[in-house]
Structure formats: C-alpha cells, structure tokens
C-alpha cells in the first residue's frame, strides 16, 4: 500500500496516484460507529484509512464539494493524497490537515486535536480581537442577560446575547418574553453581540421577527446538502456535545438525546432512499418594514471580529430593519458556510468541522474571512457601547 503511494513521486507522465480506494458506507462517519483512537504509533495502514474517510467525507458531507470554487475544492483534495506521504504524529498531521483546510474560502472548515486549534494560521484567526470592549455581560449560566444604562431618552435596555446555544436548551427560558417586556417602555434598543461566536441560529431569527413584529425578508438563500454522510456528520455534532457532557461528569440534557434520536431515525430513512442533492430554500419571505407593527425606536447592534456564524446571521436578518445601526468592528467572516457537522479521524483522534449549508446572496456578496463592516466604526481602545448611548442621544 505504501508503494502504491509513492508511485505518485515517479510516474509523473501518468499523473500524480489518488489514495487507493475501499468501501466506505455512510454510518462509518458516525462517532462511535469507527474504531477507538489508538494509542499504538499509527501505522502507514491507519494513516491512509484516515485519509480515505476524511477525502469521502469531503467530497459527501461537505457543501463545499459542490459549492467552492472547482480549483479550490480540487486543490484540497489532492492535498489530502499528499499528506498520505508524510510519516507524523497526530498533532503533527492535524496541523498538515488544517493548513491545507485553511487554503479553502471558508472559515468554518476546520482541523482540532483534543479540543485545541491545530495550526499557527488557525489560532490567528480565533485570537484576532477588536478592540472595542468586552461583552456587557459575563453570566456563565445563560448565553442571554438584559441590564439597562441611563440615556438622556431614559433607561436603554442592552440585551446582551453571548453565543447562540441550542435553542431548545432551558437556559433559554424568558428570553423573549424578557426582552418584549423591556421593549415595552424603551426609548431605543442596545443588542450586544460582542464576543458571540455563533451556533444555532433559531433564537436569533425569533429576536429578528420580534424586533420586526412580523415575518422578514432575509436576504439569503440556502442550499442544503440532504446527502445520508451529511446527516452522519449533523448527528456527530449532537454526539459529541452528549459524549462532552460524561467526560465532564454532567448528565446528558434530554433534549439532546430527543435530537440524536430524531437525527439517527434521519439518517437511515436517508439511506433507505433517493433524494435530491441539495434542499434549496429561503430563511425567511415577508413584507417591508411596518413601524405600526415593529419597533421603531433607535437600535444599536455592537459587534466585533468574534461575531461569527449564526452572529453574522443575525446580523443579515437585521439588515432591512430601518432603525438597526451597526457599532463597532468588523466581524469574523464566517458566512457562507453554516450548519456545521463533525467527523472524527478514529486513528489520528483529529476532528474535522465542515458546514452542510451553503449560503448565497441575491447582490454577489462573498464577505468569508473578511466580515460585516460595521455602519459606525469605533476607533481601537474605544468602547462600543459608550459610542452605541451617545449615538442613542444625538
């Protein structure tokens, strides 16, 4: 098997030997369902099986299959065939993996070993930080929290949301009916989103349609990918957040063994059957702006270059709401790529994170790995929201 590899380096009128191929169903995707991580040194064997899977998985689950740019998408397949080449050892090969991941426009693509970012390039994009402040809240128990700071209109609520965890989490419980009852009697709204890396969206688009008071246009349109091996890496990420919480000597959340119950019962009905690649559809239709319906007072966004995923979501959902004013810095560019699935290398213990939606924009955009400006720049060292209550007071 190794000199099947290596002929790639000599036989180069015939171009350059793919890995060799075997069967690979797509249950082997599926945590649990593959073999432990060795602890033996990982032999050439392990290497290319990991290799394989990871190759089936990209060219399967990953939206970006279909969706990249074809130079791209062909440039990191034949990058995966190299590393089969290289004798290293897990992390060694992680950092390999990710740097060939972070040649791909998309930022969610990514390589970790044992929770930890794997590649320099990697670790610069998650550290780079604004400089604008921190998040107004710092609960641990909740990604959600509403305080009030004086204005010379009267007492602003800022509704700080952290991150965007499963919506069906109980931390969750109050959020809207909080948030329409400090609506109620505000002069203007502050929507704190600093330092909020994403997740899932669901609560963010019901914050949208509160603010909106009726159904929006957003404005994206979303491919799916409906593959059985996208369902398999969709059923990972719920696996993995159980299997967290009994590393963790916490008990698994009942919600999250409904959801891995209905994405399994997905699963195989998946392979039992034919469908369409791709589900194509909008996130959301409705009517322009209706300042009877809606609330139409003052409402400053602050964001920075942590905002990313499903914050940038939010931020889209916001973008035809009339009285929504950025504040702060760019944010982190993690656009077009979204729901993201999880695929665990059973040999070298790497976890690959790749998105199974695609998202495009009726005016062309392409802002991955560069952001959302913000309406009103806030100059580093400042605090956005200090500029969010003088804007609020003009």
């Not at 080449?85 to 040649?103: N, R, T, V």
């Not at 998650?126 to 402040?133: H, I, R």
């Not at 400090?182 to 349609?209: F, S, Y």
């Not at 003052?298 to 959902?317: K, N, T």
Request: charged share 30%.
């Amino acid at each position: 098997m190794k000199l099947r590899v290596a002929l790639c380096f000599f036989v180069p009128l015939f171009g350059c030997a793919t890995l060799p191929q075997s069967k690979i169903s797509p249950n082997d995707l599926v945590l649990g369902q593959v073999a432990p991580v060795a602890t033996a040194k990982l032999t050439r064997r392990d290497i290319i099986a990991d290799l394989q899977l990871l190759k089936y998985a990209l060219e399967n689950a990953y939206a970006g299959a279909d969706n990249l740019p074809k130079e791209s998408f062909a440039v990191l397949l034949t990058d995966m065939d190299a590393l089969a080449e290289k004798d290293l050892g897990p992390s060694e090969f992680c950092q390999a993996i990710d740097e060939a991941l972070l040649k791909v426009p998309d930022n969610h693509l990514s390589a970790r070993l044992d929770g930890q970012l794997c590649s320099p390039g990697r670790k610069a994009i998650f550290e780079e930080k604004s400089n604008v402040g921190r998040n107004h809240s710092s609960r641990s128990d909740r990604p959600w929290d509403i305080s009030f700071k004086k204005s010379k209109r009267g007492r602003v609520p800022v509704l700080s949301i952290l991150a965007l965890w499963d919506s069906e989490h109980p931390a969750w419980s109050g959020f809207l009916d909080e948030t329409k009852k400090a609506l109620a009697k505000a002069p203007a709204l502050i929507v704190d989103l600093r330092g909020n890396g994403g997740g899932d969206d669901t609560r963010a688009m019901q914050l949208a349609k509160l603010l909106y008071g009726q159904e929006f246009m957003h404005p994206r349109s979303i491919r799916q990918l409906q593959s059985p091996e996208a369902r398999a890496v969709r059923l990972n990420s719920i696996l993995l957040q159980m299997e967290r919480a009994r590393l963790n000597g916490k008990p698994e959340e009942p919600y999250l063994r409904e959801e891995a119950a209905r994405r399994r019962a997905d699963l195989e009905e998946s392979i039992k059957g034919n469908q369409e690649r791709y589900k194509l559809y909008q996130k959301e239709e409705g009517p322009p702006f209706d300042p009877k319906k809606g609330f139409a007072k003052p409402i400053m966004v602050l964001i920075d270059r942590e905002c990313g995923s499903s914050c940038e979501s939010l931020l889209e959902a916001l973008e035809n709401h009339p009285f929504v004013k950025t504040v702060g810095a760019n944010t982190g560019g993690f656009v077009h790529f979204g729901e993201t699935g999880k695929l665990r290398l059973p040999h070298l213990g790497v976890l690959i994170q790749m998105g199974t939606k695609f998202f495009s924009y009726p005016d062309g955009r392409f802002v991955e790995k560069t952001g959302y400006s913000p309406k009103v720049r806030v100059a580093d060292g400042k605090n956005a929201l200090d500029e969010a209550l003088a804007l609020i007071d003009e």
